[in-house]
């Protein structure tokens, strides 16, 4: 309980000028499992503030392991820092040969306090599934490639993506009658 209160304090009085630290972070990390780490980035209110904190990030890949899962929380910044951070973790995503997945994406919404100083923490998950459909959208524009699009709207469309997995499959094979036929069906 007292390392909970230090660390409240210790946030609370966090600002931009702050050293890049947090009191009992061994004791966070440990109590968060699973080898968790605890990466620390600046405000972001210079050039030179963005460029470390992207160096930052981008460098979490090298400590990812194949199949890890990241969490992020976007919590407590300026409202510039999560559009950073997310933008570099899906790249991560999209780019690491490691397969790591974001799972959850936690924002604490510090406006919509309730009456005892409590702010709701929302998944903003629909976040990764706008990318994730923006990604098989772009794939499929550009190179045909509906597999990922086909796995996005499987869920509500299973016959669509059916045909989108279809007309991925005739124009790998270069098929150009059955490709014609594909796009019929499309």
């Keep these: 309980e007292e390392k909970y209160f230090e660390i409240a304090e210790y946030c609370d009085n966090a600002n931009a000028s702050s050293e890049l630290s947090i009191t009992h972070r061994d004791t ?9 780490k605890i990466v620390l980035i600046r405000y972001g209110l ?24 990241i969490i992020l929380d976007i919590s407590h910044s300026f409202r510039s820092l999560p559009l950073m951070i997310m933008s570099l973790f899906m790249y991560i995503q999209e780019v690491s040969r490691k397969q790591v997945a974001i799972s959850h994406i936690h924002y604490g919404m510090f406006e919509a306090k ?53 007309f991925s499959n005739v124009l790998n094979y270069n098929h150009l009658s059955a490709m014609r036929n594909e796009v019929k069906n499309l």
Excluded at 30 to 35: D, F, Q, R, V, Y
Excluded at 49 to 57: A, H, R, S, V, Y
Excluded at 141 to 151: I, P, S, T, V
């Design 114 to 166: 309730d009456s005892d100083g409590v702010a709701p923490i929302v998944e903003m998950n629909q976040v990764l599934k706008i990318n994730q459909t923006i990604s098989g959208a772009y794939s499929f524009k550009e190179y045909g490639n509906a597999y990922r699009l086909a796995d996005i709207v499987n869920e509500y469309d299973p016959s669509l993506a059916a045909k989108l997995r279809s």
């Design 46 to 69: 210079t050039e030179e503030e963005q460029d470390e904190n992207t160096k930052l990030i981008l460098e979490i890949e090298k400590v990812l392991n194949t199949g890890d899962e």
């Design 28 to 36: 966070i990390e440990k109590i968060l499992g699973a080898n968790s």
